[in-house]
Nanobody, 124 residues
């Protein structure tokens, strides 16, 4: 049984940083694609970042240059370093495993597994 558990969310002021983690278990292919999406009340779900088995990454335009996705295959843990946070980054953040393509869009639209989410709140 695949389980994804996110942590690291919290409340920060604009300009601050947070590092999210996602521990994966029950998932044998440690090299596969993983990613992050976010959901804010009243807003559409948005893919944030994805990382492929070869280490290649993709990002939503809204976070490029501020967020960095990485993965520790030995620990089977996914990370999202978020810098220069803005109030519009406020959302519940979920890690996910897409079923087919490894793209930032697929992370939010075609995911086979996802976690319970961790809340990020950025105040101005």
């Amino acid at each position: 049984q695949v389980q994804l558990v996110e942590s690291g969310g919290g409340s920060v002021q604009a300009g601050g940083s947070l590092r999210l983690s996602c521990a994966a278990s029950g998932y044998t292919d440690r090299r596969s694609c993983m990613g992050w999406f976010r959901q804010a009340p009243g807003r559409q779900r948005e893919g944030v970042a994805a990382i492929n088995s070869d280490g290649s990454t993709s990002y939503a335009d809204s976070v490029k240059g501020r967020f960095t996705i990485s993965k520790d295959n030995a620990k089977n843990t996914l990370y999202l370093q978020m810098n220069s946070l803005k109030p519009e980054d406020t959302a519940m953040y979920y890690c996910a495993i897409p079923r087919r393509q490894c793209t930032v869009v697929a992370v939010s639209t075609d995911f086979g597994y996802w976690g319970q989410g961790t809340q990020v709140t950025v105040s101005s």
